[in-house]
């Protein structure tokens, strides 16, 4: 009898689990901080100075294992730095970047894309409706539009938006500060797990659909967690920055069990915010609940 290779082949990968429907996307973190990254700008308080590792702006990307086309969720203000890996080859790998919002931490790093940067050919960009106007009618994003260096598409609330058979994301509106565009989070729905990014949103209980039966749905919840208690803002107007504090955070999904809590990665901290210290108590007090801190280089499987 004479034995076909590929058949054994196909046999040994079937029965290691190995086949065409095992994940080929991973989700990986590029940034973790607020807006205006660590050190930040004017601060000369501890959590700035004498820092040896900079803490990029918040951003994600998902990753095709195989051919390593990516999608940016993001455009943050450290795009140079957070797509350095991929060297000469973001023009033909880097297949689209999905917006949150218009502020300055989630979308200036188109920039880099311009003519005096990059000068990229028609990267796409997709944006919520208010967001794509946002930037065909000010500079100097329209000349990023004028000039073909981005070609942006339209999402829509709550509608599936399909990037392959293995690969979807729905973009969902948030209550957050919309002074120039709506803001929103995606979940992102690989062939075998999901994903939440909610990188900025008002308090909890602003938003009409329920957190904790979000969590409940997807395998990873990357939220905000911007600061940590109000102590780090008693120099500001709360009402100004009503983010969810990672202690309110907590204390709604203290009744979540230990599978559920695992599933929370908090991400866009602020620079003040203890959880970007390691060794802190209150990054320490967080992980024996059983939740998360993102980290620059965190890889999940989707």
């Known amino acids: ?178 002074e120039f565009s709506e803001t929103v989070g995606y979940l992102i729905k690989g062939p075998l797990k999901s994903a939440l990014y909610i990188p900025d949103i008002d308090k909890w209980y602003k938003w009409e659909t329920s957190i904790i039966d979000k969590i409940k749905e997807v395998d990873y919840a990357l939220i905000d967690a911007t600061f940590y208690d109000e102590k780090e803002i008693n120099y500001r107007d709360i009402s100004e920055i009503p983010h969810p504090f990672v202690i309110e955070s907590m204390e709604l999904f203290k009744h979540l069990d230990k599978k559920e809590r695992s599933k929370i990665y908090f991400i866009h901290l602020n620079h003040t915010n203890p959880l970007l210290n390691s060794s802190s108590e209150e990054f320490r007090n967080v992980m024996s609940k059983g939740y998360n801190v993102a980290n620059e280089g965190l890889e999940l499987k989707l």
């Open 1 to 178: 009898m004479k034995i076909n290779f590929f058949s054994i082949l196909f046999l040994v990968l079937s029965l290691t689990g190995f086949s065409q429907s095992s994940s080929s996307y991973t989700l990986k973190v590029l940034g973790v901080a607020q807006d205006g990254g660590v050190p930040h700008l004017g601060c000369e308080k501890k959590c700035c100075t004498n820092i040896l590792n900079p803490r990029y702006v918040s951003s994600i990307m998902v990753l095709n294992d195989y051919n390593q086309d990516s999608y940016l969720f993001d455009a943050s203000p450290n795009i140079s730095e957070q797509l350095s890996f991929m060297k000469n080859k973001i023009s033909t790998h880097l297949k689209g970047v999905f917006l949150t919002h218009a502020h300055i931490g989630h979308y200036t790093g188109l920039m880099f894309f311009g003519r005096e940067a990059m000068n990229s050919k028609s990267i796409n960009v997709y944006a919520m409706p208010r967001m794509k106007k946002f930037l065909e009618t000010n500079g100097p994003w329209s000349q990023l539009v004028d000039l073909k260096n981005i070609n942006l598409t339209q999402l829509h609330n709550k509608s599936i938006f399909s990037l392959d058979e293995e690969l979807k994301v729905t973009p969902f509106e948030v209550p957050h500060r919309d």
